[in-house]
């Protein structure tokens, strides 16, 4: 008990505020900046007790990428952007030691990937496709992806015979090689362990490369959500619950009923990848009164959402939080004891886009 009470505390005391606990479940189951900074409140890491983790959510009251403390809550700084659905996401590489955050956008001579240093907001690379768009998802990431174990960073493009993934380095972004072309649908970007993978969503089909070969799947429903372990396994689900899983060696699906058998749907974008470990699953029960995790047969975790208050563009798991945004606020859930808290309020819709372990 007195353990429960200190991790209590320390989160209090971290995120500046009251944190509260949700209902009991009602059911089963560079070489120039060009961030904007902003002041900071110093701050001890509670003996370790959390990790200096970065959310980053796009819009609010200007067209910028606020990048969110986790330790005091405060914008560390602001990523401006250009055009109307901007990608991001986070890496360990990037040549920095605190690892790096790409942001892919629009501009008038073509898509552009930049990168900056994840604690400082400093750009450090930047890169021009000329002739292509941004493949944009309309919730800030899902069109780019950094592979951890070798540090590419894979984008997905329209180009003018259709739509492409491209890779870069992860340090100056330079051009590698252009893993899948002339796709004719796609709406989903993953990848890790030298697997990319491209989703068809309301097809329920799937684009694998693997090393320089190719496969293509179909599974029997369509898809809302796709995530990839840092291993390569991959999951895909539909809105009510059906999940296939196509492991790192597999030629083939794994049907998984576990979310469907317990008439629970998968919210979009709601599959989140916790580390190396698991997936978390994001569903709507209509009657939970507020945000809570929960664990099903088998250990599968999920994280349950009110249906009158789902969340915007799905959710991220950096432990020890889950982290998503509802309206103008971005928010996180403990997932081991169910705390949750306001991150902030950015005053306007904001959609998430990626969190980093720095």
């Known amino acids: 008990m007195r353990r429960f009470l200190l991790g209590a505390v320390l989160l209090i ?19 120039t900046s060009a961030a904007t900074p902003t002041a900071t409140i110093d701050v001890a890491d509670m003996m370790g007790a959390f990790p200096p983790t970065t959310f980053f959510v796009i819009g609010g009251q200007d067209a910028t990428i606020k990048a969110i403390a986790l330790l005091n809550h405060s914008i560390k700084y602001r990523i401006p952007f250009s055009g109307k659905d ?15 955050v790409y942001v892919l956008d629009q501009i008038t001579e073509g898509a552009r990937v930049r990168l900056f240093d994840t604690e400082s907001g400093n750009e450090h690379a930047s890169r021009v496709i000329a002739g292509a768009t941004v493949h944009g998802t309309g919730v800030g990431h899902g069109a780019l992806a950094v592979d951890g174990s070798s540090g590419v960073v894979y984008a997905l493009l329209r180009k003018a015979d259709g739509i492409a993934v491209d890779g870069f380095n992860p340090n ?3 051009p590698s090689r252009s893993v899948l ?15 990319v993978a491209v989703a068809c969503m309301s097809e329920g089909g799937l684009v694998i490369d693997d090393s320089g070969k190719s496969t293509k799947l179909l599974a029997t429903h369509s898809f809302v ?12 689900g539909g809105a009510d ?27 979009p974008d709601g599959i989140a990848v916790n580390a190396g470990c698991c997936f978390y699953y994001g569903i709507l029960d209509p009657q939970a009164k507020d945000v809570q995790v929960r664990s099903v047969v088998g250990a599968m975790m999920l994280i349950a ?9 799905g959710l991220f798991v950096q432990a020890p939080f889950a982290y998503y945004v509802i309206g103008s606020k971005a928010r996180h859930i403990d997932i081991n004891q169910g705390f949750q ?18």
């Open 305 to 313: 959402f009110p249906a009158a208050t789902p969340p915007t563009g």
């Open 172 to 174: 100056t972004l330079t």
């Open 341 to 358: 808290e306001v991150m902030a309020d950015l005053g306007g819709p904001v959609v998430p886009g990626a969190v980093s372990d720095r």
């Open 86 to 100: 901007p990608q991001v996401a986070t890496g360990p590489l990037g040549g920095l030691s605190g690892g790096g």
């Open 13 to 31: 005391l971290a995120c500046g505020g009251a944190a509260t606990l949700p209902a009991p479940s009602q059911t089963s189951p560079s070489r």
């Open 225 to 236: 959500a796709m995530a990839m372990l840092g291993d390569g396994t991959l999951v895909a």
């Open 241 to 267: 619950g059906s999940l296939v899983r196509l492991q790192r060696h597999a030629i083939d699906f794994e049907v998984v009923n576990t979310l469907k058998d317990y008439g629970m749907g998968l919210i």
């Open 181 to 195: 072309t002339q796709l004719r649908c796609g709406e989903r970007l993953a990848a890790a362990s030298g697997r």
